[in-house]
């Protein structure tokens, strides 16, 4: 490959979008004494709350957490199994090891990347036969409980579709909306467009650095449910029982509380989410304008009743496309990419441990291959958008040509 010219700035795949407003939040719980569990935790809950559109918020201190809070507090016995994607950050199906638990993937949608509730519908009744104590795997004899679908990239699943199955089939659901804050789904039997993991049982979201709006590390969980938020907010802080003495613990419980001031940072985010949302959908915008016509790519697209808030910004390259060799040819040049996703079923602990192998997937394991992670964050501008448009052209067709 030519070596390209020594370049004075590079273009990161991501970076926060933060102001003086969260600076000055942050100092301002720095001159107090109370740095977790404070008067910021609580109101960041509320306005989150109040952002989503469900009864309860609970911050946590990752997006793990709360899918590991989630999913106990929707109920996982030892051994059962629950079915998910193998199209993901492995954390969601990580947590369900936690609490010994077994994954059941089912393949992904070619189109949207996530699961769907025909797919879940049809694995539900080829690998399971209905009981008294509900749905067992015909092999193994586990018993199934639940559904944990993910937004993959920000995109929304059908979660109408997934809730009549899970009431259905008498499984719980949790979203794993960790990538899609701000995403919108239409809810038809809501009769109305709500936020992406506000139907489900129970939800988990993310603030690292690189989401749609961040907490600088933090997570957050929620659900109209009550009791499962009461459990939430226990096992967040040790398992303390509301209004304990502090050293005494009620239930089994984890460090997972978010500190006052990741939660001031998520107060001012909260305050400009508007602004937040529209800078990002600008930049999806600009993309979708400078790399419409690459004909061997194929951009991120919003799915008829959706409208994604994109975590990142994902394209799908021919299959004359290397890869890996025009991400080569993108670093040299100053541009960050990265591969989205991946499989989770051929990481190494599942491989060991479950003898998962390639070919078990394959529209996973296709588009594993085929998507790159341009850079995507708020602030970057026209002009960097046609450079890496005029960058990733100049790649492509280096890499059709060294296919020839």
């Not at 559904?147 to 990239?153: E, G």
């Not at 096992?235 to 001031?261: C, K």
């Not at 291959?369 to 067709?397: C, K, M, S, W, Y």
């Given at each position: 490959?030519?070596?390209?010219?020594a370049i004075?700035?590079r273009?990161?795949?991501?970076?926060?979008?933060?102001?003086?407003?969260?600076?000055?939040?942050?100092?301002?719980?720095?001159?107090?004494?109370?740095?977790?569990?404070?008067?910021?935790?609580?109101?960041?809950?509320?306005?989150?709350?109040?952002?989503l559109?469900?009864?309860?918020?609970?911050?946590?201190?990752?997006?793990?957490?709360?899918?590991?809070?989630?999913?106990?507090a929707?109920?996982?016995?030892?051994?059962?199994?629950?079915?998910?994607?193998?199209?993901?950050?492995?954390?969601?199906?990580?947590?369900?090891?936690?609490?010994?638990a077994?994954p059941?993937?089912?393949?992904?949608?070619?189109?949207?990347?996530?699961l769907?509730?025909?797919?879940?519908?049809?694995?539900?009744?080829?690998?399971?036969?209905?009981t008294?104590?509900?749905?067992?795997?015909r092999d193994?004899?586990?018993?199934?409980?639940?559904?944990?679908?993910?937004?993959?990239?920000g995109?929304?699943?059908d979660?109408?579709?997934?809730?009549?199955?899970?009431r259905?089939?008498?499984?719980?659901?949790?979203?794993?909306?960790?990538?899609?804050?701000?995403?919108?789904?239409?809810?038809?039997?809501?009769?109305?467009?709500?936020?992406?993991?506000?139907?489900?049982?129970?939800?988990?979201?993310?603030?690292?650095?690189?989401?749609?709006?961040t907490?600088?590390?933090?997570g957050?969980?929620?659900?109209?449910?009550?009791?499962?938020?009461?459990?939430?907010?226990?096992?967040?802080?040790?398992?303390?029982?509301?209004?304990?003495?502090?050293?005494?613990?009620g239930?089994?419980?984890?460090?997972?509380?978010?500190?006052?001031?990741?939660?001031?940072?998520?107060?001012?985010?909260?305050?400009?989410?508007?602004?937040?949302?529209?800078?990002?959908?600008?930049?999806?915008?600009?993309?979708?304008?400078?790399?419409?016509?690459i004909?061997?790519?194929?951009?991120?697209?919003?799915?008829?009743?959706?409208?994604p808030?994109?975590?990142?910004?994902?394209?799908?390259?021919?299959?004359?496309?290397?890869?890996?060799?025009?991400?080569?040819?993108?670093?040299e040049?100053?541009?960050?990419?990265?591969?989205?996703?991946?499989?989770?079923?051929?990481?190494?602990?599942?491989?060991?441990?479950f003898?998962?192998?390639?070919?078990?997937?394959?529209?996973?394991?296709?588009?594993?291959?085929?998507?790159?992670?341009?850079?995507?964050?708020?602030?970057?501008?026209?002009?960097?958008?046609?450079?890496i448009?005029?960058?990733?052209r100049?790649?492509?067709h280096?890499?059709?040509?060294?296919?020839?």
């Amino acid at each position: 490959m030519d070596r390209a010219p020594a370049i004075e700035q590079r273009i990161p795949l991501s970076r926060p979008d933060l102001s003086a407003a969260e600076v000055e939040e942050v100092l301002a719980v720095l001159r107090t004494p109370v740095l977790s569990l404070g008067p910021k935790l609580r109101e960041f809950e509320d306005a989150m709350a109040g952002l989503l559109g469900v009864r309860h918020a609970v911050a946590v201190s990752s997006g793990t957490a709360a899918l590991h809070l989630a999913v106990r507090a929707a109920g996982l016995p030892e051994g059962a199994e629950v079915i998910t994607t193998p199209f993901s950050f492995v954390a969601s199906a990580n947590v369900l090891l936690y609490e010994r638990a077994v994954p059941a993937f089912v393949d992904v949608d070619d189109q949207t990347l996530n699961l769907t509730p025909p797919a879940v519908e049809e694995a539900i009744g080829r690998r399971y036969r209905e009981t008294d104590r509900g749905w067992v795997n015909r092999d193994s004899g586990r018993l199934l409980v639940g559904i944990l679908p993910v937004d993959v990239f920000g995109l929304p699943v059908d979660i109408d579709g997934f809730r009549a199955l899970a009431r259905r089939c008498r499984l719980w659901l949790v979203e794993d909306a960790c990538e899609a804050v701000g995403s919108e789904v239409f809810s038809p039997s809501a009769s109305a467009w709500v936020q992406a993991g506000a139907r489900a049982d129970v939800a988990a979201y993310a603030f690292y650095p690189n989401k749609q709006m961040t907490t600088g590390e933090g997570g957050l969980i929620t659900t109209d449910d009550d009791r499962l938020a009461e459990r939430c907010r226990m096992e967040r802080n040790q398992g303390r029982l509301p209004d304990s003495p502090w050293l005494e613990h009620g239930v089994l419980g984890f460090n997972y509380r978010m500190d006052e001031l990741s939660a001031a940072l998520g107060v001012v985010q909260c305050r400009r989410f508007a602004e937040l949302l529209h800078k990002r959908r600008q930049v999806a915008e600009r993309y979708g304008r400078a790399l419409g016509d690459i004909e061997e790519i194929l951009l991120p697209a919003a799915v008829p009743g959706t409208r994604p808030n994109w975590f990142v910004y994902v394209i799908r390259l021919a299959a004359r496309v290397d890869r890996d060799l025009l991400g080569r040819f993108l670093a040299e040049r100053g541009i960050e990419t990265r591969p989205y996703f991946p499989p989770i079923h051929l990481q190494a602990p599942y491989q060991q441990r479950f003898g998962y192998h390639a070919g078990v997937f394959p529209v996973c394991e296709q588009a594993a291959r085929r998507t790159l992670a341009l850079p995507f964050f708020n602030d970057l501008t026209e002009e960097a958008v046609g450079v890496i448009a005029r960058t990733l052209r100049e790649g492509v067709h280096f890499c059709v040509a060294a296919q020839s």
